[in-house]
């Protein structure tokens, strides 16, 4: 059990899988970023929870789900939470994604809208090239065995109690620290790191990101969007967010003062009056192929925001 919610597994193509799902109403799908879990939402769960159903997983090769020598591509993370969705007997979900997890979400947009009903991604990657550079430092030849050694016993109780000293301190500097021990702690686990090497090299190279959702943005009006990030956020810059406001202009932007790369734990309570907002005032998306094929066909010219009738 961890936040007072008990963690369950299923076991999807031979992998088990870890997830939190509490709560009743329509389903919210939580996503987390590379190389955090479920856990990473802890101050939002409960509160959300009184109006929707939460389902909050471990991706594979993170948390307590399984680390195989896998598919760790950003279209299978989405295939991955379909057939998980589909376990659960949830046909339908807004989802929610954050930092890596925002990129795993608008490829689950994308791939499987007649299951999306809206998308919020906060702090995303997937709208720009920067990132950290210890982001691209994951991908670099020698990663995992310099974590091995950092993550011996003694250097890193003396790392996570540094990270979190500084974190206490408090400052924009050092804002996500609390967040960084945790990950650093979660590296002694070699098939953690291992995993976490794959997933980094899957979207990111030594110039940055690499993948983008520039290309298929205009898609986005046939959904309801909404782009969260925190001003101060050193891991991705929020200016990304500006680009947001130029490829998907129907989508709502909203900066959090304050807040660096996990607005949803600096400001909890904030985040999740934005999460309700969200559903409260949008309508779910409605799939119709014969809307998606005209919208991929005139590409960012786009088709008109009229329903277009499926005849297919």
């Known amino acids: 059990m961890t936040g ?20 009743r109403g329509p389903a919210l799908l939580l996503l987390h970023g590379l190389a955090c879990d479920h856990t990473t939402w802890e101050p ?13 997983p471990d991706l594979l090769g993170h948390g307590r789900s399984d680390k195989p020598r896998a598919d760790y591509s950003v279209g299978g993370y989405a295939n991955g939470m379909r057939d998980l969705l589909t376990v659960l007997g949830v046909d339908k979900v807004t989802v929610v994604g954050h930092s890596f997890g925002g990129g795993v979400a608008m490829q689950f947009a994308y791939q499987f809208p007649e299951r999306t009903e809206r998308l919020m991604v906060v702090a995303s990657g997937g709208l720009g090239a920067e990132v950290h550079p ?11 065995e310099l974590m091995g050694v950092l993550t011996l016993p003694g250097l890193r109780h003396l790392g996570v109690a540094g990270l979190r000293t500084l974190a206490a301190v408090g400052g924009r500097q050092t804002r996500d620290f609390d967040e960084v021990a945790r990950i650093f702690d979660a590296f002694k686990d070699p098939a953690a790191r291992r995993a976490t090497r794959h997933v980094a090299r899957a979207v990111v190279d030594w110039k940055g990101q690499i993948v983008t959702m520039a290309d298929r943005a205009y898609l986005t009006e046939a959904m309801p969007m909404w782009v969260v990030w925190g001003r101060d956020d050193r891991v991705i810059p929020a200016r990304h967010a500006e680009t947001v406001a130029a490829l998907a202009p129907h989508a709502r932007v909203e900066v959090i003062p304050d807040a660096g790369h996990f607005p949803h734990q600096d400001h909890p309570e904030r985040f999740c009056r934005i999460v309700e907002d969200f559903v409260r005032s949008t309508a779910p998306a409605t799939y119709s192929r014969a809307r998606f094929r005209t919208l991929l066909r005139s590409g960012a010219a786009s088709a008109p925001l009229e329903p277009v009738e499926d005849t297919a």
Not at 14 to 23: D, M, T
Not at 134 to 144: D, Q, S, V
């Open 134 to 144: 210890g982001i691209r430092a994951i991908t670099t030849p020698g990663f995992h």
């Open 4 to 23: 007072g919610y008990d963690v369950q597994f299923v076991t999807i193509h031979g992998h088990r899988r870890a997830f939190v799902k509490v709560g």
């Open 44 to 56: 939002v769960i409960e509160r959300l929870s009184r109006r929707f159903t939460v389902i909050a």
